[in-house]
């Protein structure tokens, strides 16, 4: 593939808050680091609690209104289903050797990529950014974030 046709910048938002909402946009973000192609993390809505410092620890898989799960919403909604179902995700991410998300954030960072918070969502949530991790690198408007991705491509997960 000639170089000018390689993907060098890609720009992955997280709006979801769950474990299965917010993987997805850090293995990408991870794998573009590791192949030299930018990458810039922009987390709005309840993807934000991936970032925030007293949540980041402890999102959960999402049992209630998930068809990938393959349980009836009734079984998902009992008490203790959320964490059984985070548990054993927990445990195959981890014989997969995959970090949990304060590691993976770390890094990605470490490895040069970019971590932004949304401006409107920590507003709506009256959030400042000492709640958030170390590695954010700032928080953006939406326009800011378009700039930043200009000649890129934006990945909604």
């Known amino acids: 593939m000639a170089d000018e046709e390689k993907i060098k910048k890609v720009s992955i938002i997280i709006s979801k808050g769950s ?11 991870n794998g573009a680091r590791m ?14 609690n991936t970032i925030t410092k007293s949540k980041m620890d402890s999102i959960k898989v999402a049992t209630v209104g998930n ?6 919403s009734l079984i998902g909604i009992l008490p203790g289903m959320s964490s059984l ?8 991410m981890e014989e997969l050797d995959i970090p949990p998300i304060p590691e993976f954030i770390e890094m990605i960072s ?10 409107a969502t920590v507003e709506m949530f009256k959030l400042k ?29």
Do not use: H, R, W
């Not at 192949?35 to 934000?48: R, S």
């Not at 179902?85 to 195959?92: F, N, R, S």
């Not at 928080?139 to 991705?149: C, K, P, Q």
């Open 35 to 48: 192949m030299g192609i930018e990458a810039n993390l922009f987390f709005t809505f309840f993807g934000l």
């Open 85 to 92: 179902a985070t548990l054993m995700m927990k445990k195959q």
């Open 129 to 157: 950014k000492e709640d958030f991790c170390d590695q954010l690198s700032s928080i953006l408007t939406v326009g800011d974030f378009y700039n930043l991705s200009a000649g890129g491509q934006i990945i909604f997960t």
């Open 67 to 72: 068809p990938a799960m393959g349980i009836p």
């Open 110 to 119: 470490d490895a040069g990529g970019k971590i932004y918070a949304c401006l």
């Open 19 to 29: 474990l299965e909402g917010i993987y997805p946009g850090l293995i990408m973000a």
